[in-house]
């Protein structure tokens, strides 16, 4: 019914920048709040960025200044876009769609994760 698939990830220098990118397929109604986790290598998930419909964003100190989070309504598409990168930004990067979608003759609202797009940093 409703998939996530992400793209963008890759390897890039530090100062660098990537764009990933996060589209929901299926009969969506609406993107009731976007976010981007990230697992950083022996470290629990975290939250990146959120954003909720109507509201402003908001993001973890680490990346404040430095990460984008964005949305297309149109494409149900979400964006992360990242600059000035940092070896420490290093991780898998997961989108989490809070969905109002159409599924099983009903209108239903669940949480969806994506699989995860490797963001490497060098130094």
């Known amino acids: 019914q409703v998939q996530l698939m992400e793209s963008g990830g890759g390897l890039v220098q530090a100062g660098g920048s990537l764009r990933l990118s996060c589209a929901a397929s299926?009969?969506?109604?609406?993107?009731?709040?976007m976010s981007w986790y990230r697992q950083r290598p022996g470290k629990q998930r975290e939250l990146v960025a959120t954003?909720?419909?109507?509201?402003?964003?908001n993001y973890a100190d680490s990346v404040k200044g430095r990460f984008t989070i964005s949305g297309e309504n149109a494409k149900n598409t979400v964006y992360l876009q990242m600059t000035s990168l940092k070896p420490e930004d290093t991780g898998v990067y997961y989108c989490?769609?809070?969905?109002?979608?159409?599924?099983?003759?009903?209108?239903?609202?669940?949480?969806?994760w994506g699989q995860g797009t490797q963001v490497t940093v060098s130094s």
């Open positions: 989490n769609l809070d969905l109002t979608y159409y599924g099983d003759s009903a209108i239903n609202r669940n949480i969806f």
């Open positions: 299926g009969r969506i109604f609406t993107i009731n709040t």
């Open positions: 954003m909720s419909s109507g509201s402003s964003p």
